[in-house]
């Protein structure tokens, strides 16, 4: 017969039906917990910050170009940590891209502001 390993601890299972998951309580508690903190993984959550992202960018971005202060993108939730691909000029700035939308971070007048630009053609 194969050993029983408790699903959290990992312990050997000794005692009671051959279908225990979990030496006690405590351990089946703590499985589930887990478990729940993980239905939220780490693609969820990116996920949902690059639509987020996308929206903010979207609404900021009419006229295919744009230019705004970060804190009013940060604002609404803007993270810029969360983007899809990057693009670099050929005057060598790199724009981070959130799925067709772009952005470049300057200072203008001692703000941080980004230029907010549409994916093209000729950047593939
Ligand atoms: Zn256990």
Not at 34 to 45: D, G
Not at 53 to 63: G, Q, T, V
Not at 75 to 87: L, M
Request: charged share 25%; net charge positive.
């Amino acid at each position: 017969m194969t050993k029983r390993r408790c699903n959290y601890c990992n312990a050997e299972i000794t005692e009671g039906r051959s279908d225990k998951k979990f030496c006690n309580a405590h351990c089946r508690s703590a499985f589930q917990y887990m478990l729940n903190i993980s239905r939220e993984p780490f693609y969820q959550k990116v996920k949902k910050a690059l639509q987020v992202n996308r929206k903010i960018m979207k609404k900021y971005n009419l006229a295919g170009f744009a230019s705004t202060r970060a804190a009013t993108l940060t604002a609404e939730g803007f993270n810029p940590r969360f983007t899809t691909h990057s693009w670099k000029n050929s005057k060598g700035e790199e724009y981070k891209f959130i799925f067709e939308f772009g952005f470049l971070e300057f200072q203008s007048a001692g703000k941080t502001k980004y230029k907010l630009i549409m994916w093209q053609e000729y950047m593939n």
